[in-house]
């Protein structure tokens, strides 16, 4: 260690003292674009096996070496992992996580609203799923209507401004729905309100053609229009932007994803066969409860399912689904990916993955691609993340022990290298937390005035459990 | 023969506007005849310069006429001993709704229909004529055509020393436009100092239609805003050549827009948090727009972006604050909501230092007095004095560029002036004189002893945020105009801040109620009368829900048997031979009956009136041309007809109709 380093090191150190009072919990973490050599760790590299004894070297955000006895530089911050388990970062292919707002449940076509409109990077739950390993989200608009909002790929870098969150060169996609929640099957029937359309599946389908149908005529009027300017035609006024087309004419060229929430078989066919009719694919079906009636079909059209394990019976459309779903679908050749779609479950996707391999006997590697790789590919990020590979984002977890093990816990929490969540760091800051409210509740403005009638215990933070309370969520917060 | 039609309405509208005036109007009464006054041996803190220790200001026909040490009173002046007084130039409170009128609330809640139902029905709000946008995305409203002038909420501003205020419609996506007006005057064109100023922009949802989320709003602001490009795209087209092009489609929206995408008219945008702030900024941004930010709560913590964009904020000094007693096994309270109390007053000053131009505004605050104590808390949280005074004077003035007209004691200026006993920025200075426009207006004394009045006691409420109703009892105590109390129920309980009502029942208050878990503070706003209220509540962020209550020792209303009078009417009203549509919405719970007759010229609605068997009787007042007259509207049913009159001052017109099915 050099003497200016040290000096460095002491100047950091009491910097960080006097700012982390100021900014606890916000960006208080240095950069760490350096070298982190993760040392002896067993490495479940999820795409070329389980190495024992091996070590991960990071540099500048990337994971630059993976193997035995590996060497960093002299500044280069090793982490002794001897008996701990290393994790590529688990990706949620379904989440609302951070979301300030879910639905655009007034229209049945709502295309022209993205979930990026409405980040929020201070949700605690971020910090929640980086403590249960996972690194990155598919913010995925809610399921109120046919064709819904455009979603957004995001790094959990929890703190940060929202333009750091937004996962580099990640394909756009887009939110559809199927079946009950959006013929809102499940919502109160009253007198003198008049239903959205559509009311049935027939009426699903039918949105989905005529918006289609409406992309392609919108498509033609601009390359009409274009053509009419090559021709060198004066006193043109361009045909309107309309942004509620625009996502819809990119599907059709193949370039957006379409992350389609379906329960039911006969659902899934259809929107297959009204995809072929128009020329595009289905990225995923998401839940898919029924996709192991349908596992060929879905693997040949060429799409993934994103799905819960063993989740189903809250409404009717879920009565037909078992827990050995993703392992037929897998086995049918679908790329199977288990999603969390609750701020709750995306802690631990780790057990879920777990339960994979409990149903139909999915092998443990199967089981971790699950939640790493083939949900990475289902995003068209698998070349960024969702393995230990050189080259790839140094987004990884340490774990204490197996993370398919319900006993496991995971340590340290990286994303592009830059440690996000830390279990010894937070242990240590509660301490100075605990003090910081002591001070601020002694503050003048967050004292009670004399004669405050005391309140009740406030409700009990609800979040949805499944998609339908999305759903539902819609109705309560329109 | 609409052409007859309109040219006989213009003659009625002439003639309500010739005797209207010679109604009793008090406010005229009390402006004065003489025209030249001066304020001597006073303190002045001109704001442009050092502060004069004894010096006189003479105010001439409205202007600063002259101010300094060694200035004499003209002989032709009224002289106002300013011993013991500091004179200030007139606090401009930088982003307000005053003097405009609450739109009329949403047709009253029918029984038998569910209020599931009801809220469904869209928002009510101001409603531009012939736009093609539904209320609260019509960016052709103009605040100075909504402006009434006098009344307790801007009277109640000048007591406080406000002699300037920004004023805007509160409600909408696409809210309107801004007047900035003086708070004295007969019309609103005598109060008008400049208008329109800025285009003001809230972020929260429509009700019942799209758009219905904060993701909506995003998008139809953005698909506005590209409509608006191509429209004046198209306008350009057409004008170069009109043979051969189609005309563009009249569309009054997406024109008043064309000025905000040329940045020839700043926006106003309601936000309060980072990110909030953030996404304000990046759709500024994506249309190169002119932001300034209302609220700005955090936006100390985005000050290098909005000092590198030399974005203003307009900050407000509602600051938050615990209004309620934690019981023991309540779950503590967030960090975040600790910190952002404390952090709050402290604002300001990160502001200043940042260098990030502000203004201080009333952010919706009640009780106006406030403005000035709450300034004074921000100087006690690190900010000077003197740019605690600058950010109610000059600076607003410079930033909504009125600065040549305002914001400073300077000669040629305009005469208002704010003149206290004591600091301004001391919490126990008092007001002593306010001048607008180089008169001197009234002050409102200091609240009357304590009466229960018409809200005191326990009120049982029906409050409707979109899905089910939830019963909150709601426990009120009255002196005067201000109200105390609290609410308890499923929202949580807490105690009511700015707590207000008129001498007409009418009445607002917020109080922080916990939805989903999460804290948010409503503002409830309503109307009570004859142990009955209604109204609405607004939360930022959320689509606005509804209310209604009675009084908790009140019998219940008669229930079962279905109502004569309840529903709505489809009504021809003819007024000196002319007849005009509209429509009738009648609500009768037992013998009261509420509800609103709307058409064309004017919307008058009503509560706290008499029923009884198949006749009805209330009183009313509607705004026609600026205007506002008193009408006494009475009628009775005959199965699915209707008929009766409407009284007022003017004349009396009648009207009847049917039941609309």
């Known amino acids: 260690m050099t003497p200016r380093f040290f000096v460095r090191c002491l100047l950091l150190s009491v910097f960080c003292t006097v700012l982390v009072p100021v900014a606890l919990g916000q960006a208080s973490r240095p950069a760490q674009t350096g070298e982190i050599l993760i040392r002896n760790a067993t490495v479940l590299t999820v795409t070329r096996g389980t190495l024992p004894n091996s070590d991960v070297l990071i540099r500048n955000g990337k994971i630059a070496g993976v193997g035995r006895n590996l060497k960093a530089g002299t500044n280069a911050r090793v982490i002794d992992a001897t008996g701990k388990y290393v994790l590529p970062g688990i990706i949620d292919c379904h989440s609302h996580s951070m979301l300030d707002a879910i639905n655009e449940g007034s229209l049945a076509v709502t295309s022209m609203v993205r979930v990026q409109d409405a980040l929020n990077p201070t949700d605690p739950d971020l910090y929640r799923a980086l403590a249960g390993g996972t690194t990155t989200l598919n913010l995925l608009h809610g399921s109120a209507n046919p064709i819904g909002g455009l979603n957004t790929v995001v790094k959990i870098r929890h703190g940060r401004p929202i333009d750091e969150f937004i996962f580099p060169g990640a394909p756009p996609g887009i939110k559809f729905a199927l079946g009950e929640n959006v013929k809102r099957s499940n919502s109160p029937n009253l007198p003198g309100v008049q239903r959205r359309y559509p009311n049935t599946r027939m009426g699903v389908e039918e949105v989905l053609r005529d918006a289609f149908a409406r992309a392609r005529d919108y498509k033609l009027s601009w390359d009409e229009y274009q053509k009419a300017v090559g021709r060198g035609e004066k006193n043109l006024i361009p045909p309107r932007r309309d942004i509620q087309l625009e996502p819809l004419v990119e599907i059709l060229g193949g370039k957006r994803l379409v992350h389609a929430h379906c329960y039911r078989s006969d659902e899934i066919l259809m929107l297959i066969s009204v995809a072929n009719e128009f020329g595009f694919k289905i990225k995923t079906f998401q839940h898919a409860l029924e996709g192991y009636k349908v596992a060929k079909e879905i693997a040949q059209h060429g799409a993934g399912a994103s799905i819960f394990v063993d989740n189903w019976g809250y409404k009717i459309e879920a009565y037909d689904s078992i827990p050995y779903n993703a392992a037929i679908m897998a086995r049918s050749g679908v790329n199977v990916s288990i999603n969390s779609d609750s701020d709750e479950r995306a802690r631990r996707l780790n057990t879920e993955a777990a339960k994979a391999m409990r149903y139909g006997n999915v092998s443990e590697e199967e089981a971790l691609k699950m939640i790493t790789w083939n949900p990475a590919w289902q995003l068209g990020i698998q070349n960024r993340v969702g393995s230990i590979e050189v080259g790839k984002d140094a987004d990884l977890a340490i774990w204490n022990g197996h993370p398919l093990s319900v006993y496991s816990r995971v340590d340290t929490t990286f994303v592009d290298g830059e440690i996000f969540f830390d279990r010894q760091q937070d242990l240590a800051r509660r301490e100075e937390l605990q003090k910081e409210r002591a001070q601020l509740e002694q503050a003048e403005p967050n004292r009670p005035p004399g004669a405050g009638a005391a309140p009740q215990a406030p409700q009990r933070r609800r979040r949805p459990a499944d998609e339908t309370d999305i759903w539902r969520e819609e109705l309560e917060q329109p | ?661």
Do not use: C
Request: proline content about 7%.
């Open chain 2, 1 to 661: 023969m609409p052409g007859v039609q309109l040219r006989i309405l213009a003659a009625i509208l002439a003639l309500v506007s010739l005797i209207v005036p010679n109604l009793g109007r008090p406010a005229r009464a009390q402006r004065s005849a003489i025209s030249t006054y001066a304020i001597t041996n006073a303190r002045i803190v001109t704001g442009a310069g050092p502060v004069i220790d004894r010096g006189t200001v003479v105010l001439r026909d409205g202007l600063i006429a002259a101010a300094g040490a060694n200035v004499s009173a003209p002989a032709d002046a009224r002289v106002i001993d300013g011993d013991g007084l500091t004179v200030y130039p007139g606090l401009i409170d930088a982003s307000s709704s005053l003097g405009i009128p609450q739109p009329t609330p949403a047709a009253s809640p029918s029984p038998g229909v569910p209020a599931f139902a009801q809220a469904r029905q869209p928002a009510s709000g101001f409603s531009a004529p012939n736009s093609g946008q539904p209320p609260g995305l019509q960016p052709e409203l103009l605040a100075e055509d909504l402006i009434r002038p006098g009344g307790d909420a801007i009277e109640g501003a000048r007591s406080a020393g406000i002699t300037t205020v920004l004023t805007a419609p509160r409600e909408g996506i696409w809210a309107g436009q801004s007047a900035l007006i003086n708070l004295a005057g007969d019309s609103s064109q005598q109060m008008i100092v400049k208008s329109p100023v800025a285009m003001h922009v809230g972020f929260t949802p429509l009700r019942g239609v799209y758009p219905g989320s904060l993701l909506g709003v995003f998008a139809s602001l953005r698909q506005m805003l590209l409509d608006a490009q191509r429209y004046r795209e198209a306008l350009q087209v057409y004008e170069r050549n009109p043979r051969g092009t189609r005309r563009p489609e009249q569309d009054r929206s997406l024109a008043a827009l064309i000025p905000v995408l040329e940045g020839r008219i700043p926006v106003v945008m309601y936000v309060d948090r980072e990110r909030e702030i953030r996404r304000a900024l990046s759709l500024a941004q994506e249309f190169k727009l002119r932001p300034i930010i209302a609220g700005g709560l955090e936006a100390w913590k985005v000050a290098d972006l909005l000092r590198e964009q030399k974005v203003p904020v307009l900050l407000s000094l509602n600051f938050p604050r615990r209004t309620a007693a934690a019981l023991p096994e309540a779950e503590p309270e967030p960090m975040r909501i600790l910190r952002e109390r404390v952090e709050a007053p402290q604002a300001a000053a990160k502001l200043v230092a940042a260098k990030v131009r502000f203004a201080f505004q009333s952010g919706a605050m009640t009780n106006l007095n406030d403005f000035r104590v709450n300034a004074a808390r921000a100087v006690e949280n690190g900010l000077t004095r003197e740019d605690a005074l600058r950010a109610m004077t000059i600076w607003p003035a410079e930033i909504l560029g009125v600065a040549a007209q305002l914001g400073t004691v300077e000669v040629g200026k305009i005469g208002n002036l704010t003149v206290t006993r004591g600091d301004l920025l001391d919490r126990n200075a008092s007001v002593a004189h306010v001048f607008i426009d180089g008169l001197p207006v009234p002050l409102r004394p200091a609240p009357a002893a304590a009466a229960t009045g018409i809200a005191g006691g326990t009120w049982r409420m029906n409050a409707n945020l979109g899905a089910a109703d939830v019963a909150i009892t709601l426990i009120l105590s009255q002196e005067g105009e201000r109200l105390r109390g609290s609410i308890q129920g499923p929202l949580g309980s807490s105690d009511i801040a700015n707590g207000t009502i008129t001498p007409q029942g009418s009445f607002r208050f917020t109080a922080p109620v916990t939805l989903e878990g999460q804290s948010h503070e409503a503002t409830f706003a309503g109307r009570i009368s004859e142990g009955q209220m209604q109204g609405s509540i607004s939360i930022v962020g959320r689509s606005p829900g509804t209310f209604t209550g009675t009084r908790a020792e009140a019998p219940a209303p008669v229930d079962g048997t279905p109502s004569v009078l309840s529903g709505n009417w489809s009504v021809t009203v003819n007024l000196g031979g002319q007849d005009i549509p509209g429509t009738l919405t009648l609500n009768q719970q037992g013998g009261t009956v509420s509800g609103v007759i709307q058409t064309d010229l004017a919307t008058a609605p009503f509560s706290g009136g008499t029923a009884s068997g198949n006749s009805f009787r209330a009183n009313s007042s509607a705004n026609i041309q600026g205007q506002v007259v008193d009408l006494v509207i009475q009628g009775q049913t005959t199965g699915n007809e209707i008929s009766g009159t409407i009284e007022s001052p003017l004349g009396t017109a009648t009207f009847s109709g049917r039941r609309q099915p």
